[in-house]
């Protein structure tokens, strides 16, 4: 079955054994944890991006005939169904695509020389945030300032510190899923003090985005690839703060006219600023299918946030019975990870998989604060998707604690 | 030690199949970085090890512990046959360039070499030093043996002539002729390929192109001789030589060793076969019986008896025993020095045209 933009869908419904039709392509017995990587692609995204590629497979942005016109308009339905999932306005925000989130974030990041008097962050930020924070301080010239976050997730500050400041911070954790709890309290105490909030909401936008909602920070940098679309980065921003960029990465695309030394941005499309050359039409479009599925999705015949809740909760438990097993979380969360003092994670990882469990193992990019601070073993991490059943929970943990047992 | 075992066997599996060519890469760095006693600094060991115990984590995961352990003995093992399987071949391709076999203690089980009769060496194998209990011996005879085949490597790659190692009272097939090459041979009368070394000198007429004269080796044994009746023999033709027979086209000691390597007896037995089974008595008495019929008389007879026994006898072929072991250094019977090599073992026909 084909869709298009027009068709409206009926909501998908839950399998026998409680998974989504949606997903109903996964193989039995496979069990994908690792939604916090990328979660899994529902067959409607799948067939979006499909239907591109194989019905108007055209450029956007460039082209009068018809595939192309259809391409814009897509595009541009794709950029408004992102302004509304904030519920914020075309007219002071506009929506730039990329490769990805760490990719956004390193874009915005191109601040005005002399505006800025420091950068920002905390301890617990995925490499994605941490490393571009250093060569921004150190390319404006700049101290950086990194913060803790309490147990809450809460970034803790105090208001001083931000003066004239650059906060980069996660909305929610990808080692324990801990929200930004005090985000309209920084970002307040932040604009008040003359400074900008960039936010990482890669990890939030699966399932956490109700925290976003009217956001006032200047710029959201999040992934389509974990929020059930294709592979592509997005970064919502305030027009002042795009206008305000010192563009060093430029190229087709973004202009409006050019002239042997000289050139002009194109004035009434903050969002192309971020998007030179040819762009993901296909993955575009398919995250506005995944925008749609996201917002009429109901495993269960529940909403998705209270299933997400319920499995986390089971997962949560689960994990916390196994003898050996030490929890990195303080609560449950769709991201969750463990570590066993006695067994190595990567090898645990490796077993799971064996049984057909894809768990991620490591330090999920956050070298500096597992290794660092906390002097943490790599860690084994589950992360749940609206693909996840309470089998699916039951099968991971029981063979996790079967393999505790037997290697102790 | 795991990651150096896994190269080595990636190494055979990427030899015939791409699919492991993409793992030889890490196994390398970290190959290297052991065998220069750092850290390996990936998890490649790791990631094998997992991988290799993953299906036995998930039937049996009490037993991935002892299992982990097995699989660092076997890759110990891994490495240490294939260090010790390279000093093999290395020993062996050597010992196949100096001696001709590859095998130098026991030449006669190599098969890459000419075909011969070998000179045992009485040094115990390293398996028989190790069975005994004598683990630096094992080593220290192995390691000596090698540097031994080293040093002889010069040897091996002069330009050998005959003349130079000719022993005393040496007797030539043919007339000796000053514008012909000589030719020496290494024999033992006893050994079945000196006969067919000579049939093939026959065959090639390798004998009417050369001088063609001997060095009468019999092969000592733990127990003696390797053939019963060859130290014997060796005395007989010896004493012929210091007693050469007047006048005669072909000196006796060549005409009893044409008949021993090329004759039969009555019974269709080769008389070569014959004295390798001939009580020393039985043999003498043939030794004399032809020495008669090639001309000796009886009082010639007795005399080279007499020499035979004598310590003049004795001194020549432990000269002989000298030369063979210490300046021409074969471990194969026969060996012939001609036309500036030496060639170990029985030599073919085509080879001595």
């Known amino acids: 079955m084909k869709h298009t933009g027009l068709v409206r869908r009926t909501a998908p419904v839950a399998v026998e054994d409680g998974r989504l039709t949606d997903f109903a392509y996964l193989a039995p017995g496979a069990v994908y944890l690792d939604s916090a990587c990328q979660s899994l692609r529902p067959q409607p995204v799948i067939d979006a991006l499909s239907e591109y590629y194989t019905e108007y497979n055209a450029c956007g942005g460039r082209v009068k005939y018809a595939w192309g016109t259809r391409v814009d308009r897509e595009v541009q339905d794709a950029r408004r169904a992102v302004l509304d999932l904030f519920g914020l306005s075309g007219r002071s925000h506009a929506v730039s695509f990329t490769l990805n989130t760490t990719f956004g974030l390193n874009l915005l990041q191109q601040l005005p020389q002399g505006r800025f008097g420091r950068v920002v962050t905390s301890h617990i930020e995925h490499n994605s945030v941490f490393l571009p924070t250093m060569t921004a301080a150190t390319r404006l010239g700049v101290p950086r300032l990194v913060l803790d976050r309490a147990a809450d997730g809460a970034l803790a500050y105090q208001p001083a510190q931000l003066e004239r400041a650059v906060v980069v911070v996660n909305v929610a954790s990808n080692i324990d899923g801990r929200l930004l709890t005090n985000l309209t309290d ?223 | 030690m795991f990651c150096i075992a896994a190269f080595i066997v990636l190494v055979l599996m990427a030899a015939v199949s791409a699919r492991y060519r993409r793992y030889l890469g890490k196994a390398w760095n970290c190959t290297l970085r052991r065998v220069t006693f750092r850290p390996c600094d990936t998890t490649f060991k790791q990631d094998i090890k997992d991988h290799l115990l993953a299906p036995l984590a998930v039937r049996r995961p009490g037993l991935v512990g002892p299992a982990s352990v097995a699989l660092e003995v076997v890759a110990l093992l891994v490495v240490l046959t294939t260090v010790w399987s390279a000093y093999v071949v290395v020993k062996s391709g050597v010992n196949l360039y100096v001696y001709g076999t590859c095998n130098k203690q026991d030449s006669a089980s190599c098969s890459l070499g000419a075909e011969a009769c070998a000179i045992p060496d009485q040094t115990p194998t390293f398996g028989e030093s190790l069975l005994s209990g004598d683990v630096i011996g094992a080593f220290g005879n192995d390691f000596a043996s090698l540097g031994e085949t080293f040093s002889a490597i010069p040897a091996r790659m002069q330009n050998w002539d005959a003349e130079e190692y000719l022993p005393a009272n040496a007797s030539y097939l043919n007339a000796y002729d000053t514008e012909k ?173």
Request: with cysteine; aromatic share 8%.
């Open chain 2, 181 to 353: 090459e000589t030719a020496l041979e290494v024999i033992d009368p006893g050994c079945t390929y000196c006969l067919e070394l000579f049939n093939n000198i026959e065959e090639a007429g390798f004998d009417d192109r050369m001088n063609l004269t001997y060095i009468a080796y019999p092969i000592a044994s733990a127990d003696g001789y390797k053939f019963k009746n060859s130290l014997l023999v060796t005395q007989y033709l010896e004493a012929l030589r210091l007693n050469p027979l007047d006048g005669a086209a072909t000196p006796v000691d060549w005409e009893i060793l044409r008949r021993i390597y090329t004759e039969d007896n009555d019974q269709g037995v080769s008389w070569q076969s014959v004295f390798n089974g001939a009580e020393p008595d039985a043999a003498t008495a043939l030794l004399q019986d032809w020495s008669a019929e090639f001309g000796l008389s009886p009082e010639e007879v007795t005399t080279v008896a007499s020499v035979a026994a004598s310590a003049e006898v004795a001194d020549i072929i432990a000269a002989n025993t000298q030369m063979v072991e210490e300046r021409i250094h074969t471990v194969k019977i026969p060996s012939i020095i001609f036309e500036g090599r030496r060639h170990d073992g029985l030599v073919s026909v085509d080879d001595l045209k």
């Open chain 1, 186 to 408: 920084l970002v307040r105490d932040t604009h008040a003090h003359g400074g900008i909030v960039i936010l990482d909401a890669a990890q939030a936008m699966a399932h956490e985005r109700t925290l976003l909602a009217k956001t006032e920070a200047d710029a959201i940098c999040f992934s389509a690839h974990k929020m059930y679309g294709a592979s592509l980065g997005v970064v919502v921003a305030t027009h002042e703060l795009l206008g305000s960029l010192e563009l060093t990465f430029v190229g087709g695309g973004m202009v409006a006219d050019v002239r042997e030394d000289s050139y002009d941005l194109l004035a009434n499309d903050p969002g192309a600023l971020l998007e030179p050359g040819l762009q993901a039409w296909g993955e575009i479009i398919a995250l506005h299918r995944a925008i749609d599925w996201l917002g009429q999705v109901r495993p269960g015949g529940r909403p998705a946030a209270e299933h997400i809740e319920g499995l986390s909760q089971r997962l949560f438990e689960g994990l916390g019975d196994i003898p050996g097993l030490t929890l990195v979380n303080t609560e449950a969360s769709p991201v969750i990870s463990v570590y066993a003092p006695k067994q190595d994670s990567h090898r645990l990882a490796v077993f799971l998989s064996q049984s057909q469990i894809m768990v991620r193992s490591g330090y999920f990019c956050a070298h500096h604060y597992l290794k660092d601070q906390l002097g943490l073993p790599p860690l084994l991490r589950f992360s749940l998707g609206l693909h996840s059943t309470t089998a699916d929970i039951d099968q991971a943990t029981q063979a996790l604690a079967r393999l505790m047992k037997g290697l102790s």
